[in-house]
Every structure is written in structure tokens, then in C-alpha cells.
RNA sequence: GGAGAGGUGGCCGAGUGGUUUAAGGCGCACGCUUGGAAAGCGUGUGUACAGGAAACUGUACCGAGGGUUCGAAUCCCUCCUUCUCCGCCA
């Protein structure tokens, strides 16, 4: 969410800054509701300050004795004027609060300018795909090849978009968590958080889900419990409505969490394969920052997120995404993808982002400044995502034969240096 | 699930219908004092919105939402949450 003062004091730059990430904004409509609403907040103040002032009198003069019957009389009419008048100021405001929660956030001077995907600018490169003497397989034909792998029966338990692991299948998945735990943790500097999997209205609102993207969610019936979309809403919002000492800036989180989306609207796209699950595994990284830092911050954090690819010697490209390819809440993003043999491309794997102010304001988180608190800037990203960094190690590290050699950072974890098939069910 | 007790500013804590403009304390900031510091003394110390060039003023906020009243931190209702005991449970 936007800061009220400064949205109307720059409405034109503003209104430019948000047209180039497609985002529309009328500047008729956003001046005349503001304008009716402000005057209409007025009106009814104007009659709760005399009601105050009377009421006031009306003690003092009950307290001398006096009759006030004639006074009360008057003073309800005041208030049953207010009343009429405050439903529909509130009306004004909610319907302009809606306005300015349906606002993406500012994209920074840095962004590249652009229309979609196409336009995003790779940043840099590192690492070559290990060369193989024979065509890869994706990876659902690997794993199910493998035993490893069972898309049939999770959907038998479940339904389409699920997946079930089996032996190191399973392990790996493990295996790899832990790996990017300790990592961040020993080495990086994060603290392990470990968040409840479902959130409430009021966290999805704060890192900027709702009310927006709630078809994206799931919802749990009769209760206000969502599964969570990303750690990134328990984690963001433990700090939601709190005032931090300055010094103990930045604060870095990572946490591991199953996240669960509905994907509704991306019928179609990776049917095949984990790579796009109702429920898959991630472990993010969180940030609180001071405003001044927290650009270094992101570099630090997508530096953090890459280097768990580096370690597992898996190729990547970093791309910066253009302003028409942003998220809704954020105001920078660097895209980490990874390379897939099997589809022969690059695919997201994380996804670096500085909100800078815009999720503290909605979520209330602050930290002490000079003279008064201000809001503090938050950022995360995927360190990383687990499932597809699963299908990047099955896949550029397969052998001819369908077997899969463990990358050397893994064998502790996983106590083994080659998949090969495991046939429990198959 | 049952019974009981709570939720008040950055923190502690008073406050059961009307100068509460939320007492008092701690903390913090500034000033006085001091060779310097501490102590002491004094002043100030929230958020949001609205009005104003500004100084400043107004409105709302005492867990959340409704209600009663001329007037609600205070009374009533619903919900959330914390603690204690009991029951159930991994």
C-alpha cells in the first residue's frame, strides 16, 4: 500500500511510474473520490466535535443541578444527523481504500522498462550444463523410471498437480532441504524460523495477497485459515504491528514451509512434472531492512539464493525482471532460473524481491528512527524453491543408463552417491 | 470442550458513566545543574485521518466488532487472544 500523503503529492510522476509496469491509474476518478470523501470526513468531524462540546456542558451543567432535558434533546438530534451522515462517509472511505489497496507498488529507478517476460535483463551467468553423449530425459520420466516418482497415485489420493516420492526420491527432497537450511543458517547468517503452514486474512493482507489474489489461495471452510501461498506471509507478518530498535536491523529469517497454491488461471502450463504443484516444498529467505540498505540487501539475499545452485553445481542465469513482469507487491525482482536439461531451457527457481515500504505500511511494521518510527523495508526470496531444485539435480546430473549421480554437497544428506531404481511399489 | 482470571501508551501500571485533555512510574529526547558524569530538577514524549501556509486545531483509537446513552476505557452483546485448573488428545 501506497503512503496516502505522498501518493497525492506526486499524482502525475506517480501515475507515469505505474503506467509503465501496465498498470492504469485514473486520475480523474482517484481526485474526485478523494475529494468527496475528504469533504464528506469533514462534515462529520465538524458535527462530533460539537456534539463533544455540548455533552461536556451537559455535565457540568447536571452537576450544578440544573435541568438538561431541552439540552439532551437537541444534542440526539446532533447524533442522529452524525449517524446518517457517517454511513455514507464511511462508504466514500472504504470505497477509496479499496482504491489504493488495488495499487501495485512503485517499481525503483533501476527496473528495466518493458511489456512482459521478453523484456527482462539477465544480469549474469554462471556455470555449463555437464555435457552427456545422449538425449536427457525430463525428469517425470526419470523419476517414475526410477521408482522414485508416482504422479498416478498421488492423484488417486489427491487429485491432478500432486506428487508423491519414493526411497531418495523422497530422501532427496529431505536431503535438500536440510542442505539449504544449514547453509543459510552456518553460513549466511539467517536464523532457522520455523512458521505455522496456514495464515489468517489479516497476514495474506499485510504481504499483499488480499485482497486481491485470493483465487490464487486456499481456504480452509468455516474458518478465517488459508494454507499458506510462501513463508513469506507467517514469516513477514511475525514482525506485523511491531516497533524495532534500529540496531538490531536487518533481521534475517529463512524458513522451510510446504506451500500451497491453487494455480488457478495456469491450466495448461507445466502439466507435466513437479514443476508446477498445488503443494510443493520451499525454503525462503526473509529480510527486515533499514530503507537506506536494503537495495545491498537484496543483492546479498539473491547472492545467498544463488549460492546454493553454485554449490550444488547447477547452472543458473539471474535476470532483472522489467517493470511489466513484476509482482504486484514489489518494487524490485531478481529472477534466479536454473538450467533443465530435460526441457532444454532455463526455469525459475527463485525469486529475489525488495518491497521496500510497501508490505511494513499494510502490515504495520516499523522500526524506530531518528525522531518517530517509520516503516521498514521487507524483501524475501527463494532460497530455494525445493521441488524444482529436485528436478534441476535429477535432471543435469542423469546418466545414460537413467541413474542419477549425487552432487558431492549432497551426499552427506542424502548417505548415498547415485540414484539408481528403487521399485518399492513399481 | 468445562470453570475461572486477564488484555489500557515504547514498557509497567491506576482507572466501574461527565475537567480523563488516560493518573503515577520506567524508558527515551532536550534543557538546567556539573570540571566531566551520575543523581537531582524542568520540559517534552503514540498512530491514522481531516482542516491549515504554518503555529496549531479537530476527529477516531484503552484486544476486535456491534449496542445502550446527551456523553463509554468504564454498562450490555458477540468474537479473538493470554494465563490458571479440569477433561480430551499426538
Known amino acids: 500500500m501506497h503512503d496516502l500523503q505522498l501518493f497525492r503529492g506526486q499524482l502525475e510522476e506517480t501515475a507515469t511510474r505505474l503506467a509503465s509496469r501496465g498498470f492504469r491509474l485514473d486520475l480523474e476518478a482517484f481526485r474526485g473520490i478523494d475529494r468527496r470523501r475528504r469533504d464528506a470526513v469533514t462534515e462529520v468531524e465538524k458535527l462530533k466535535a460539537e456534539r463533544n462540546e455540548r455533552s461536556k456542558d451537559i455535565g457540568a451543567r447536571k452537576k450544578a443541578g440544573e435541568d438538561t432535558a431541552e439540552l439532551q434533546a437537541q444534542v440526539r438530534g446532533i447524533g442522529e444527523r452524525i449517524a446518517e451522515l457517517e454511513s455514507g462517509a464511511e462508504g466514500l472511505d472504504r470505497e477509496f481504500q479499496d482504491l489504493l489497496k488495488g495499487i501495485p507498488n512503485l517499481p525503483h529507478e533501476s527496473v528495466p522498462l518493458g511489456a512482459g517476460a521478453e523484456d527482462n535483463v539477465e544480469v549474469r551467468r554462471e556455470g555449463t550444463p555437464r555435457p552427456m553423449d545422449f538425449e536427457a530425459k525430463a525428469h517425470w520420466d526419470l523419476g517414475t523410471e526410477l521408482g522414485i516418482l508416482d504422479f498416478e497415485r498421488a492423484a488417486k489420493v489427491t487429485g491432478a498437480r500432486f506428487a508423491v516420492y519414493f526411497g531418495l526420491g523422497a530422501r532427496l527432497e529431505r536431503a535438500l532441504i536440510n542442505f539449504m537450511l544449514d547453509t543459510h543458517t552456518a553460513e549466511h547468517g539467517y536464523t532457522e524460523t520455523l512458521p505455522p503452514f496456514l495464515v489468517n486474512s489479516e497476514s495474506l493482507f499485510g504481504t499483499g495477497q ?203 544428506y542424502l548417505n548415498a552417491e547415485v540414484i539408481t531404481r528403487q521399485g518399492v511399489l513399481s
Open 210 to 412: 488480499l485482497p486481491k489474489f485470493a483465487e490464487d489461495l486456499f481456504k480452509c471452510e468455516n474458518f478465517d485459515l488459508w494454507l499458506a501461498p510462501t513463508a513469506e506471509v507467517p514469516v513477514t507478518n511475525l514482525l506485523r504491528d511491531e516497533t524495532v530498535d534500529t540496531d538490531r536491523l536487518p533481521i534475517k529469517l529463512c524458513a522451510y514451509t510446504p506451500c500451497f497454491r491453487s494455480e488457478a488461471g495456469s491450466h495448461g502450463r507445466d502439466v507435466r512434472g513437479i514443476i508446477r504443484q498445488h503443494q510443493f516444498q520451499k525454503v525462503e529467505l526473509v529480510k527486515f531492512a533499514h530503507p537506506e540498505q536494503s537495495y545491498a540487501e537484496l543483492e546479498s539475499l539473491t547472492h545467498d539464493a544463488e549460492d546454493i545452485l553454485r554449490k550444488l553445481g547447477l547452472p543458473f542465469r539471474t535476470v532483472a525482471l522489467c517493470t511489466g513482469d513484476m509482482g504486484f507487491s514489489s518494487a524490485k525482482t531478481y529472477d534466479i532460473e536454473v538450467w533443465l536439461p530435460g526441457q532444454n531451457s532455463f526455469k525459475e527457481i527463485s525469486s529475489c524481491s525488495n518491497f521496500e515500504a510497501f508490505q511494513a505500511r499494510r502490515a504495520g511494521i516499523r522500526y524506530r528512527g531518528a525522531k518517530k518510527s517509520e516503516y521498514m523495508h521487507t524483501l524475501n526470496g527463494s532460497g530455494l524453491a525445493v521441488g524444482r531444485t529436485w528436478v534441476a539435480v535429477v535432471e543435469n546430473y542423469q546418466q545414460k543408463d537413467g541413474s542419477v549421480i549425487v552432487p558431492g554437497a549432497l551426499r552427506p
